[in-house]
């Protein structure tokens, strides 16, 4: 499966951005999904993660309450709603695909991943 990510760009603290994941190659809704990201120095780190079904949804402490991923099997896609955005956001964020379909915590536990997009938050 092949993965794009889009909706990245340069956002005031406080302020909203929505990332796109659209999927292609198979059937998408085999797949759970996450959202990781990456800053400057840093390990890659989970966001948030959504089973297949769109059933069950994890997000990390430091981003919960302000941020909401969702999924549209219909239209391949899965969206992280970011609100609330903080500098500490800033990273390249990756979607990624999961054969185990449970929306797993750890990076290596996903099989295909996006190019990332990069989320810069000015304070």
């Known amino acids: 499966v092949q993965l794009q990510a889009s909706g990245g760009g340069l956002v005031q603290a406080g302020g909203s951005l929505r990332l796109s994941c659209t999927a292609s190659?198979?059937?998408?809704?085999?797949?759970?999904m996450g959202w990781f990201r990456q800053a400057p120095g840093k390990e890659r780190e989970s966001v948030s993660t959504?089973?297949?079904?769109?059933?069950?949804?994890y997000y990390a402490d430091s981003v919960k309450g302000r941020f909401t991923i969702s999924r549209d099997n219909a239209k391949n896609t899965v969206y992280l709603r970011m609100n609330s955005l903080k500098p500490e956001d800033t990273a390249v964020y990756y979607c990624?695909?999961?054969?185990?379909?449970?929306?797993?915590?750890?990076?290596?536990?996903?099989?295909?991943w996006g190019q990332g997009t990069l989320v810069t938050v000015s304070s």
């Open positions: 190659g198979r059937t998408f809704m085999w797949y759970g």
């Open positions: 990624a695909a999961e054969e185990l379909r449970v929306g797993s915590r750890q990076p290596n536990q996903y099989d295909y």
């Open positions: 959504i089973r297949w079904s769109g059933g069950s949804t």
